[in-house]
Nanobody, 119 residues
Framework: VQLQASGGGLVQPGGSLRLSCVAT????????QGWYRRVPGKQRELVAM???????KFADSVKGRFDISRDNSKNTVYLEMKSLKPEDTGVYYC??????????????WGQGTQVTVSS
C-alpha cells in the first residue's frame, strides 16, 4: 500500500486547511483510512479515522472542528480542518489498513505533511 498525502501548509489561527490522502493498493481493498499527527513534545496521536462504511472516530481535541470523509471509489480520504489552533501544529500522517478497526493505527503510513498554525 502506498499513501500519498497533500494539503498541509501555514495558516493563521482560526483558519482552515484541507488534507487529502490517496491510497494505492494492488491487493485488497483499503477499509479504514485517516490521520494521525505528531505535535511537538508529544507522541503520535489519533486525529480522525474513517471506515469504508462511513464510521468515523475523532480525537476529543478536534471534535466539532475537523471533519473526515472518504471517496471509496478513489481510495481517497479528506480531512477538513476548521477553527485551527496553534496546538494543532504538527506533522500529519495518513494511515490506512485492510481491516475495519478504528481502535488502533493501521499498518500503512504516508510520508507526513506539515501543518503550522501561527500568526
Amino acid at each position: 500500500v502506498q499513501l500519498q498525502a497533500s494539503g498541509g501548509g501555514l495558516v493563521q489561527p482560526g483558519g482552515s486547511l484541507r488534507l487529502s490522502c490517496v491510497a494505492t493498493t494492488s491487493r485488497f481493498a483499503i477499509n479504514v483510512q485517516g490521520w494521525y499527527r505528531r505535535v511537538p513534545g508529544k507522541q503520535r496521536e489519533l486525529v480522525a479515522m474513517i471506515t469504508s462504511g462511513g464510521t468515523a472516530k475523532f480525537a476529543d481535541s478536534v471534535k466539532g472542528r475537523f471533519d473526515i470523509s472518504r471517496d471509496n471509489s478513489k481510495n481517497t480520504v479528506y480531512l477538513e480542518m476548521k477553527s485551527l489552533k496553534p496546538e494543532d501544529t504538527g506533522v500529519y500522517y495518513c494511515n490506512a489498513d485492510y481491516s475495519y478497526s478504528l481502535e488502533r493505527p493501521g499498518d500503512y503510513w504516508g510520508q507526513g505533511t506539515q501543518v503550522t498554525v501561527s500568526s
